[in-house]
């Protein structure tokens, strides 16, 4: 488990990271989400001591300072480029690995998982993202860490790769590790992770399941009649107390089942023609908790 306890950054005057606690379990994959210039990266390199700052982060009730092999303990992958740019992949890894005295043969095996056999031995300096994110995961994990810290680790990746990654992480937390990652896909977080840590200028904005955040948006019921039918049904329904909103030829209701919205329409005699239930998403929760939070204004060009 880490523990991350009072953790703060400041820029001058500016407030990257605000007093941030939080904990990420072991055998879960958890989420760090937060709009650009959130605070993501500066909290990561905070927890393992690259930034200096205020808070401590413990590792199973440990600083990192006071282990004997840091790398057996947190795998860490903050930079897709992080790395000689002559120096050959298999020879990068093999001095990541000294450290924690990693054998020859364990570099061959990662080289192998993570598909860089057939550049093993060129420089990566003139390596994609795509490849230099691989290069990165393998020295992250090459040390068998109880602990994955990946920042962003799908950019660059192609959808197989992504699928892959996903697959990995999920495995890796399920043998009792703790997977740590931020990312910007949203799509892709939401099958990834089991809990979220969401963060919004530099502050806490959630600390849960990944269920408990989709929670906080509710989930609606898509109708569609025809448009003879759609004022009486509307109102009928708004009668019941449901919130109604127009949407693209139809309506969106929110506070009334959709067996009921399907029995009042049936007593109108309004033909139905769409009554989808929706589920709310990850990317509805995450926008609504972070509105106005994002840096930029939203709603034209103008």
């Not at 364990?106 to 990566?124: F, H, M, Q, T, Y």
């Not at 020295?139 to 799908?154: F, Q, R, V």
Request: charged share 25%.
């Amino acid at each position: 488990m880490i523990e991350c306890t009072g953790l703060g950054k400041s820029y001058g005057t500016t407030r990257a990271v605000d007093n941030m606690s939080f904990i990420i379990p072991d055998g879960l994959v958890t989420g760090f989400l937060g709009p650009n210039g959130s605070g993501k990266s500066t909290s990561m390199r905070l927890m393992l001591g690259l930034d200096f700052g205020e808070g401590t982060t413990l590792f199973d009730g440990r600083k990192l300072a006071d282990l004997e092999s840091t790398t057996k303990i947190v795998g860490a992958h903050l930079d897709a480029k992080n790395f000689h740019p002559t120096r050959t992949a298999r020879d990068h890894l093999r001095m990541l690995g000294q450290e924690a005295q990693v054998s020859n043969a364990r570099v061959d095996e990662v080289i192998d998982l993570l598909g860089l056999a057939s550049v093993a031995n060129k420089a990566p300096g003139g390596f994609s993202l795509g490849m230099g994110q691989r290069l990165g995961l393998a020295g992250a994990i090459l040390a068998s860490p109880k602990t994955l810290l990946l920042d962003e680790p799908a950019n660059g990746l192609d959808p197989q790769s992504i699928h892959w990654l996903r697959d990995f992480l999920r495995d890796y937390a399920a043998e009792g590790n703790s997977v740590f990652v931020s990312s910007h896909l949203l799509s892709e977080m939401e099958l990834l992770a089991d809990h979220l840590v969401v963060i919004a200028k530099g502050r806490l904005m959630a600390d849960e399941s990944m269920d408990e955040f989709v929670a906080r948006s509710k989930a609606d019921v898509l109708v569609r009649t025809v448009p003879e039918f759609d004022a009486m049904l509307s109102a009928a329904l708004r009668e019941r107390g449901a919130e109604v909103l127009d949407e693209d030829g139809a309506f969106a209701v929110s506070g009334v089942e959709a067996a009921q919205i399907g029995m009042m329409a049936h007593e109108l005699g309004a033909p139905v023609l769409e009554l989808t239930v929706r589920q709310a998403s990850l990317e509805q929760a995450f926008l609504e908790i972070t509105e106005g939070q994002q840096g930029f204004r939203t709603g034209g060009s103008k």
